[in-house]
């Protein structure tokens, strides 16, 4: 009788798998169309130009403020708890935001922001959702998986910026941000599928070992910083993009279409990803995305054409993937099961960190010194990560 109860939940994995790769196509769309048409939006609100992407800053504000809660409320109450209380949050937030274009209150789109930045954490948690039923060998896998979810938000983010930009005239993208509340009332219908069981009573009051000791680890530091690192100037260079193709008199849909590539490639690759850090080594993959992030830079400092800003972000994308998915891999490895949700809670602290740090300093640093400034200013931190792999490799290599 034990082995009949138990039969149904032997291996959900795939389905997990399956429901939150969906959930992660819908909720990335949102966050695709806000990173298209927030500075916009941003623009045509503030009295000051320079506070264009400061709600979008706020959004990652709020990420960095509600990520250890969030965590321990899916250790709590479960991931499909924390993931349409996560819905709720964008559904809500998007309709303050269009309640923001209705009323011309750059005030009440930063309040959205803030409830957009809740949807954006819980969301950002798939991926580990995605590895609590996977076996170890599986777990890349299952984590660069739902990752490629985000390719339909590379499709539908966008094409909703597009189409929905004058549906409301003269309400400039007010029809966007229905369309972000739409998709979460359908990403949290999607969350009645998914089937990971809550830790027992007994794990969940285990400690295990302190958390500086876990986030003192090389391989900790070197996945955490690599993510960090990635993410962050993903982020910074980005997020003014739209601002830097429109000051070049690109056309909107022309900066929509970049942001499309861009979104494409950063989940496009997560369907080999996870077999690539199996093959190759967590290190490899990530010094992979370190070089192909200062391609990036490369190319935009060699020009302006929308050849250029197409190109760049491209590999922008695809060096992200490399590093956040290689990254979050890589962290994996470093916690016992009792220690996931403090493990995971630090570690997306740090990275959404680094992302509200970059969003807020983007728009600044791009209207105080310009493009090429924006641009140079992740070469830095990329070098960094780029020695912190060389020690790690050289101290004892990495494995999947």
């Known amino acids: 009788m034990t082995a009949a109860i138990e039969t149904p939940r032997r291996d959900p994995t795939v389905r997990n798998v399956a429901v939150l790769a969906v959930c992660q196509a819908l909720t990335m769309s949102c966050l695709s169309l806000l990173m298209t048409v927030s500075a916009v939006v941003g623009d045509m609100l503030a ?4 506070l264009a992407t400061f709600p ?3 959004m990652f504000l709020a990420v960095l403020g509600s990520t250890i809660p969030a965590s321990f409320f899916m250790q709590r109450f479960g991931r499909r708890a924390g993931f349409t209380l996560g819905a709720a949050a964008g559904f809500l937030g ?6 923001a274009i209705w009323l011309g209150s750059f005030v009440l789109l930063c309040v959205g922001s803030l409830f957009l930045g809740a949807m954006a954490v819980h969301g950002g948690f798939y991926r580990f959702a995605a590895a609590d039923t996977a076996s170890e060998a599986f777990r890349p896998k299952a ?14 983010g966008p094409e909703l910026a597009k189409h929905t930009r004058t549906l409301f005239e003269p309400l400039l ?4 941000y229905l369309a972000i509340a739409g998709l979460n009332v359908l990403v949290g219908l999607l969350l009645r599928l998914i089937d990971i069981p809550r830790p027992p009573r007994r794990t969940r009051a285990t400690s295990g070992r302190p958390l500086l000791e876990i986030a003192t680890q090389p391989v900790f530091l070197v996945a955490v910083l690599a993510a960090m690192v990635g993410y962050g100037a993903m982020n910074l260079i980005m997020v003014p993009t739209p601002l830097a193709m429109l000051g070049c008199d690109h056309p909107f849909e022309i900066a929509a279409l970049v942001i499309q590539l861009h979104v494409l490639g950063m989940y496009a690759p997560s369907f080999v990803t996870g077999h690539l850090i199996q093959r190759f080594g967590h290190l490899p993959i990530l010094a992979t ?6 391609a990036c830079v490369a190319v935009n400092l060699a020009g302006v054409e929308v050849a250029h800003f197409s190109i760049a972000l491209i590999f922008l994308g695809i060096g992200w993937n490399f590093l956040f998915v290689g990254g979050t891999a890589l962290v994996t490895t470093t916690y016992r099961v009792e220690e996931k949700a403090k493990v995971q809670a630090l570690n997306d602290t740090l990275v959404w960190g680094t992302v ?3 969003a807020f300093s983007s728009g600044a640093l791009y209207n105080a010194l310009g493009w090429e400034a924006v641009n140079l200013a992740v070469v830095a931190p990329l070098l960094l990560v780029l020695a912190a792999i060389a020690w790690k490799g050289l101290r004892r290599p990495a494995t999947a």
């Not at 984590?143 to 539908?156: K, T």
């Not at 995305?289 to 200062?294: D, K, P, R």
């Open 47 to 50: 009295a000051d130009p320079k």
């Open 56 to 58: 979008l800053a706020l």
């Open 94 to 99: 998007a309709l303050i935001c269009a309640a």
């Open 143 to 156: 984590i660069s998986l739902v990752m490629a979810g985000g390719i339909g938000a590379a499709i539908l």
């Open 173 to 176: 993208f007010f029809g966007g």
């Open 289 to 294: 995305g370190v070089l192909l992030i200062l």
């Open 356 to 358: 509200a740090a970059t």
